[in-house]
């Protein structure tokens, strides 16, 4: 019951600030609904001071919620299924090579850049780091992160092929961070003889290659099951069956479970969706994105509600403001010296870089990344640092990226929002 009562006060909740910023705020849905729950939050702290009972008790609720387990583990295959679906394939696979550098290169030379730099920083505010805990923020920083890139590229309306190599790129570039993440985790908590190259490799076959196996395994045996029938109740019930059921399989097999996800997605959007009737296709479609939608909100009520529990002092503030610059300096260098070795095959211009770089949202993944970490772990710095980033990130980045992509002539047509007229 007790898991219930949080599931239903973190809707109520999300139902509550969807609404007040519909009505009044009119920012986007999640960028809105986080803030709403950020002023909740530090209004509940200032309460929490005085122990008012209601207050306590939700602190205590959010406290027992394994951020972790919902996000990884529950949350983000529905969001990434919903994501990919509606990714148009054809586009994607004309942009392969530029988002595949992103999701691998771009991830591991971030990583480096933001871990070493993070290394040399540190010890300037007091608070040095073993060299391989910099470089584990570095990894569970550097994936952008696919929910927050996905909702707010909606209202922007940038260029298509644009948004394909930030979506394409924030849909695959996890399962390398989490093969670096593991690799890494592996090395602070054993030393770095357990973590050898035949040990990273094996860890990324197992993750990577075969994610994407499984994946276009499961999505092929969906778009065949689909094509047979026409019946929406039963295509949707199917395709809920992959991503709970592909997403249980993959964790069993010990692979990726977002990546077998996402060329699920891609190979159910391309190909299932056409193979369904109009009246199929309109309603899964319309599903999938009412749960996008929900989901989304509720993940952002989470993240604004995490302050409830989080100490973040003000070195960390200060720390995080800093570092809140060398991720941004991170990010731009790992954009562009892999698009500049690509540079003779694809051509890219100043502008696109500034928007691939400001594009590059964190969010709930590395949230939940650094709440996994063990408490005999620098855990309670690593997790004020990435709060801090993901913050700006959502809110600073995230508000300001369709004006940027507007102001460079990058945008295909009005935000969304006042196309529908509101």
């Known amino acids: 019951m007790e898991l219930y009562n949080t599931f239903a006060l973190l ?21 809105g609904i986080m803030v709403l729950a950020l002023i909740f939050s530090l209004g509940a702290v200032a309460l929490g001071e005085l122990q008012v009972p209601w207050v306590m008790q939700v602190s205590e609720m959010v406290r027992n919620l394994d951020f972790h387990a919902v ?12 994501g990919a679906i509606h990714v148009d394939v054809r586009a994607l696979g004309s942009q392969r090579l530029p988002v595949a550098a992103l999701a691998s290169a771009g991830t591991i030379l971030s990583t480096l850049l933001i871990g070493t730099t993070l290394y040399w920083l540190l010890p300037v505010f007091g608070m040095p780091l073993d060299y391989v805990y910099c470089l584990l923020f570095g990894a569970l920083i550097s ?5 927050a890139v996905m909702g707010i590229l909606k209202e922007a309306r940038i260029d298509k092929i644009l948004e394909i190599k930030i979506v394409g790129e924030s849909l695959f570039n996890d399962g390398i961070a989490v093969v670096l993440f593991v690799s890494l985790f592996q090395i602070a908590e054993a030393g770095r003889e357990a973590a050898t190259l035949s040990v990273v490799g ?5 993750e990577v290659v075969g994610g994407l196996a499984l994946g276009a395994v499961l999505g092929y045996a969906t778009y065949r099951a689909l094509r047979t029938i026409d019946n929406y109740q039963v295509e949707v019930l199917i395709t809920l069956a992959l991503v709970m059921g592909g997403t249980a399989l993959a964790a069993s097999l010990h692979t990726s479970a977002p990546l077998v996800i996402v060329v699920a997605g891609l190979i159910v959007g391309s190909k299932g969706r056409q193979a369904s009737s109009d009246e199929s296709r309109d309603y899964l479609d319309k599903f999938w994105e009412v749960l996008d939608e929900i989901l989304n909100a509720v993940l952002f009520v989470l ?6 529990v989080l100490r973040i002092s003000r070195t960390t503030l200060l720390i995080g403001a800093v570092t809140i610059g060398v991720v941004l300096l991170g990010r731009l260098l790992s954009v562009a010296v892999p698009l500049g070795l690509l540079r003779r095959w694809y051509f890219f211009d100043r502008p696109t870089l500034r928007i691939l770089t400001w594009g590059g949202l964190r969010g709930g993944i590395s949230v939940a990344l650094a709440l996994s970490l063990p408490d005999t772990m620098p855990r309670e710095l690593i997790v004020g640092i990435t709060y801090v980033v993901v ?6 980045q995230g508000l300001s990226l369709g004006p940027l992509v507007k102001h460079l002539g990058l945008s295909t047509g009005p935000p969304a929002s006042e196309e529908s007229g509101h």
């Open 143 to 147: 994936p952008t992160d696919p929910i």
């Open 202 to 206: 094996q860890l990324f076959l197992r």
């Open 71 to 82: 996000v990884m583990q529950v949350m983000l295959s529905f969001l990434l299924f919903a």
């Open 391 to 396: 913050i700006f990130s959502i809110i600073v």
């Open 303 to 308: 993240i604004g509600l995490e302050l409830l």
């Open 11 to 31: 809707l109520v909740v999300a139902a509550s600030f969807g609404y007040l910023n519909h009505r009044f705020l009119r920012l986007p849905a999640t960028i």
